[in-house]
């Protein structure tokens, strides 16, 4: 099973700046990676697959980078409306395995 | 618009069985592949179970093999779980989940069916 890995558990940016969320793999899944967005009481939303390709719909400030065994999530200009949990799951293999998550914290 | 509606959860004591279902709409269910996700509260996610889209193939999270059993109706749009043998670790939301067209990853989520168990 390949173990998901994310970094910082938490995170407090304030309005309007930057914010790198990261993500690793134990054995490389390639670019079959996921992102999703949960809000507090909402089921999560798919943000990015296949490393860096946004959903339909997903605003232009969320990107996707990386392959192999590291990747990063960047929100370019936070808003209040991105206080969320983040998580990156892995498709490469299964069973299909997701990090413990990195919550969204607007300071 | 794709729609997934799951019922069927509540309170159940250690031991017992309960069975989910998801009603889908808004696509091609009988072809798509579909999947349980579940969460404990105020936990991270558990993919739970996998079904293709004949039934052809299922498949289980380890820690439910043996325990739980996904099923489908492609003729009613339905996917359902059926669990038994319940733990109080099996305490979460579970999401029907339908995956993107290019597999692998999960592009649209139900609201979630909430499973307690507690004696």
């Known amino acids: 099973e390949i173990v998901m890995t994310q970094s910082p558990a938490t995170l407090s940016v304030s309005p309007g700046e930057r914010a790198t969320l990261s993500c690793r793999a134990s054995?490389?899944?390639?670019?079959?990676l996921a992102w999703y967005q949960q809000k507090p009481g909402q089921a999560p939303r798919l943000l990015i697959y296949?490393?860096?390709t946004r959903a339909t719909g997903i605003p232009a400030r969320f990107s996707g980078s990386g392959s192999g065994t590291d990747f990063t999530l960047t929100i370019s200009s936070l808003q209040s409306e991105d206080l969320a949990a983040y998580y990156c799951?892995?498709?490469?293999?299964?069973?299909?395995?997701f990090g413990q998550g990195t919550k969204v914290e607007i300071k | 618009e794709v729609q997934l509606v799951e019922s069927g959860g509540g309170l159940v004591q250690p031991g017992r069985s309960l069975r989910l279902s998801c009603a889908a709409s808004?696509?091609?269910?009988?072809?798509?592949?579909m999947h349980w996700v579940r969460q404990a509260p105020g936990k991270g996610l558990e993919w739970v179970s996998g079904?293709?889209?004949?039934?052809?193939?299922?498949a289980y999270a380890d820690s439910v093999k043996g325990r739980f059993t996904m099923s489908r109706d492609n003729a009613k749009n339905s996917l359902y779980l059926q669990v038994n043998n319940l733990r109080t670790e099996d305490t979460a939301f579970y999401y029907c989940?339908?995956?993107?067209?290019?597999?692998?990853?999960?592009?649209?989520w139900g609201q979630g069916a909430l499973v307690t168990v507690s004696s």
């Open positions: 989940v339908k995956p993107g067209d290019e597999g692998g990853f999960f592009e649209y």
């Open positions: 808004g696509f091609p269910f009988d072809e798509c592949a």
């Open positions: 079904i293709s889209l004949n039934s052809g193939s299922i």
């Open positions: 054995q490389s899944v390639g670019s079959k």
């Open positions: 296949g490393a860096s």
């Open positions: 799951q892995q498709y490469n293999s299964w069973p299909r395995t």
